[in-house]
């Protein structure tokens, strides 16, 4: 039965975590705000393997895109909001500006990264294609653009918008590791 967007979102939403961001971080009025990656698609796997929906979740993502005022300083007093909102949930919340990201993840990642135009250009970006999901925290919108087939099958292939062969090798053995089923595509293929 294939996994349509309401289950992905019921399955999300069972990691209480998840619903309490949802519900809170609108009032931070961060433009363009998602609740991206991990803490949703593990959700899924999560209940496929039979596991509680937060088992193994290591951070929460939230993506905005917010470009005028691309300084360190700007984010960190975003990070800092989102922290005093949220440290009652005992969860780390990584929170990052991805009108930024392009002026530090080349020197940590030593890999070139353009300059995006939105948050959802962010999403676009993860190692392993179907792990690309984000939900608007406005609107509640999910967005997925590769679908949400490969996730529910567990198929681990490399996104042809970011493509990064190492880094993908390192990301989709990681989650093999928690969630033996998956199946990782050779890169190339």
């Avoid at 009108?99 to 959802?120: D, I, K």
């Avoid at 999901?133 to 406005?138: P, Q, S």
């Amino acid at each position: 039965m294939p996994l349509t967007e309401g289950a992905f979102i019921a399955d999300a939403l069972r990691n209480r975590v998840n619903a309490e961001l949802l519900a809170r971080l609108p009032a931070l009025g961060l433009p363009q705000c998602h609740l991206a990656a991990g803490c949703l698609f593990q959700a899924t796997w999560n209940r496929i393997s039979g596991r509680t929906a937060d088992w193994g979740v290591r951070d929460y993502d939230v993506f905005y895109f917010d470009d005028r005022d691309l300084s360190w300083e700007a984010e960190d007093e975003a990070i800092r909001r989102v922290q005093a909102l949220t440290s009652d949930l005992g969860v780390h919340v990584e929170l990052r500006n991805q009108a930024r990201v392009h002026l530090w993840y080349e020197q940590r990642f030593q890999a070139p990264y353009p300059r995006l135009a939105s948050a959802r250009d962010g999403i676009d970006r993860y190692l392993v294609a179907c792990t690309c999901v984000g939900i608007d925290v406005d609107s509640g919108e999910l967005y997925a653009p590769d679908g949400l087939d490969e996730l529910a099958r567990g198929v681990l292939r490399m996104n042809p918008r970011h493509p990064f062969p190492s880094r993908f090798a390192i990301k989709a053995q990681s989650y093999r590791e928690r969630w033996p089923w998956l199946t990782v595509v050779p890169v190339g293929d």
